[in-house]
């Protein structure tokens, strides 16, 4: 529980207030995404999910760490350890489409600081960057903003662990990622 208490962002929890009745993915900390409709916040803690409005299945989605789609008709998801949230869904970003990435996750047994990353993605602010997460996930992108421990990005890929694919552009435009979960902040040289 205290590693939830740690990366919990209440910013990220104020700005999923904002987007009920809309598409969202939901990043969680053990490496699972969560996508559907956010029909509520309960108690400030948690997420109702029903089947989202661009889904290929009338379901709401779960991506597992392993990789495998797991459909449900509802689904409550703890918003503690959530890592980061897409939105301006285009189309089901968790069907498995034609953009074949292998992805290789490393399991790391400590957790960086993230203030520093924090303190270095700052001066990134309209660059393309690479941010790594807790649960092992990598938002790529261009950097908008950074603001109350969040990071805002117009998304290139998302990277998720467990899988050979990739979340595209095509599928999902923009993320935020929770800052207190980060562990890892790259560019890419031009």
Known sequence: MAIFAEIRNECLIRELCHELNTDVVLFSFDGSAYFGNLQAIEDGR???LAPAIHAESSAVEILTAGGEVIH??????????????GTAIVSDPLESGDDGVVLQSVPTTDRQES???IHIL??????????GTLGGFVFEGTLGAVDDELAI??????FVPGTSSSIS?????????NL????SVSTRRR
Do not use: M, N, Q, Y
């Not at 449900?72 to 949230?85: E, I, N, S, Y």
């Open 46 to 48: 948690l997420a109702l």
């Open 72 to 85: 449900v008709d509802f689904a409550r998801v703890d918003l503690w350890p959530l890592v980061g949230k």
């Open 115 to 117: 203030h520093c990353l």
């Open 122 to 131: 700052r001066r990134e602010i309209g660059e393309r960057v690479f941010i």
């Open 153 to 158: 990005l117009t998304v290139a890929e998302i």
């Open 169 to 177: 552009d095509t599928k999902l435009r923009s993320a935020v990622v």
């Open 180 to 183: 207190e979960a980060i562990t």
